[in-house]
């Protein structure tokens, strides 16, 4: 082994003392400078990691505000569809409505006519009768030639009246 360490030129003082250096260079580094560097990279891996749990929650919200939304679409567009029927039944039942009291309204209008042409017919008649009898009457007496009392008068209105019945 003797021959060995000076076939390499090995020498026991300066090399304890190369390794004490480096030991004391190890023991500085690993305190000022591998420490923080190593605490900065742990910082930036967990920074990353909760930056990827918080992206995953992030899409998982957002699929679920996806989902939520699409529901209140489904039913929105359930209730204007349900709000449209309703609607026009609405509209229908309205119409039909509308339709039954314009036809009330026209056979009343009819009735009423029909009432003023029985009454404006009556009426009629009534002056017509009137007219008749006294035409009678004044032919009567023209015809006779004589002058007819009240009762006579009234006798030949009635005959007359019975006779024109229309």
């Known amino acids: 082994m003797g021959d060995i360490l000076k076939v390499f030129g090995l020498q026991w003082g300066p090399f ?57 679409l489904d039913k929105a567009n359930d209730d204007a569809g349900r709000l449209i029927n309703e609607a026009r039944e609405s509209a229908e039942s309205v119409r039909e409505q509308k339709v039954q009291s314009a036809i009330n309204e026209a056979n009343q209008i009819v009735e009423k006519a029909r009432e003023a042409s029985r009454i404006e017919h009556e009426k009629v008649m009534s002056e017509l009768k009137a007219d008749f009898g006294r035409l009678v009457i004044g032919a009567t007496s023209k015809v006779s030639g004589k002058v007819l009392d009240d009762s006579d008068q009234k006798r030949i209105n009635e005959e007359v009246a019975g006779q024109v019945s229309l």
Not at 49 to 62: C, M, N, R, T, V
Request: no cysteine; charged share 30%; aromatic share 6%.
């Open 16 to 72: 304890l003392a190369q390794v004490i250096i480096i030991l004391i260079v190890y023991l500085i580094l690993s305190k000022y400078a591998f420490g923080p560097v190593t605490e900065m990279l742990e910082a930036r891996r967990r920074r990353i990691a909760e930056g990827e749990e918080g992206l995953k929650k992030i899409k998982s919200d957002l699929e679920q505000a996806e989902e939520r939304v699409q529901a209140m």
